[in-house]
């Protein structure tokens, strides 16, 4: 008869040329193109057409293309500094995977946080994975309690440990060299490299 029948196979997964050769040769015309953005059709192929498969239409009828631009670029942005739960939620919500298995200390970047990631920026599609390395903020050391000891003896144990040792002399000062008090006191948690001050008597 006078009307072809448009099937599937003949424009959809087809470049918009080869859909425009297919529809040629039923006598009907290619209408709008529209490109949008897909996760499963590779890019320059036809998506969809309207109208659909199956419908009789007249020769010299318009069929419109929907084109795929490829898969959606998505922005990873830069998370460095931020909350990481704050960025992994956000991540994930744009359709990525978030690995943030890999922790450490770090005494500038506070406990949460993301220290660095990988990539560092630009763009990914969906499924991809941004690694965050996340901060267990600075590491803690045990202040050893170094009363009554000599201040050369005290020095060396503080510092073995990271610590900066600082002295002052006591209000009472008598030259014995021997340490009278501490700041911070013996059995504190402090981050490694605080500085600790010995008042010497």
Same mark, same amino acid.
């Given at each position: 008869?006078?009307?072809?029948? +448009?099937?599937? @196979?003949?424009?959809?997964?087809? @470049?918009?040329?080869?859909?425009?050769?297919?529809?040629? $040769?039923?006598?009907?015309?290619?209408?709008?193109?529209?490109?949008?953005?897909?996760?499963?059709?590779?890019?320059?192929?036809?998506?969809?057409?309207?109208?659909?498969?199956?419908?009789?239409?007249?020769?010299?009828?318009?069929?419109?293309?929907?084109?795929?631009?490829?898969?959606?670029?998505?922005?990873?942005?830069?998370?460095?500094?931020?909350?990481?739960?704050?960025?992994?939620?956000?991540?994930?919500?744009?359709?990525?995977?978030?690995?943030?298995?890999?922790?450490?200390?770090?005494? @500038?970047?506070?406990?949460?946080?993301?220290?660095? $990631?990988?990539?560092?920026?630009?763009?990914?599609?969906?499924?991809?994975?941004? @690694?965050?390395?996340?901060?267990?903020?600075?590491?803690?050391?045990?202040?050893?309690?170094?009363?009554? $000891?000599?201040?050369?003896?005290?020095?060396?144990? +503080?510092?073995? +440990?990271?610590?900066?040792? $600082?002295?002052?002399?006591?209000?009472?000062?008598?030259?014995?060299?021997?340490?009278?008090?501490?700041?911070?006191?013996?059995?504190?948690?402090?981050?490694?490299?605080?500085?600790?001050?010995?008042?010497?008597?």
């Amino acid at each position: 008869g006078d009307a072809e029948a +448009l099937g599937e @196979t003949e424009a959809e997964g087809l @470049t918009e040329g080869e859909a425009r050769d297919a529809l040629e $040769q039923v006598s009907l015309e290619v209408g709008r193109v529209k490109e949008k953005f897909s996760e499963t059709v590779e890019s320059g192929r036809v998506i969809r057409h309207d109208p659909g498969e199956g419908r009789q239409l007249r020769p010299g009828s318009a069929v419109d293309l929907v084109v795929s631009k490829g898969r959606k670029p998505i922005n990873v942005g830069d998370w460095v500094g931020e909350d990481a739960d704050r960025a992994q939620a956000v991540l994930e919500r744009k359709g990525l995977v978030v690995d943030r298995a890999q922790e450490q200390f770090d005494d @500038t970047v506070p406990e949460g946080a993301v220290i660095a $990631q990988t990539p560092q920026s630009g763009t990914l599609f969906r499924g991809d994975t941004v @690694t965050l390395l996340v901060s267990l903020g600075p590491e803690l050391v045990e202040v050893p309690n170094v009363r009554a $000891q000599g201040v050369e003896s005290a020095r060396q144990e +503080l510092e073995a +440990l990271g610590f900066v040792v $600082q002295t002052v002399n006591a209000s009472g000062y008598l030259g014995l060299g021997f340490v009278f008090s501490q700041d911070p006191g013996g059995g504190q948690s402090v981050p490694r490299g605080s500085t600790i001050t010995l008042s010497i008597i």
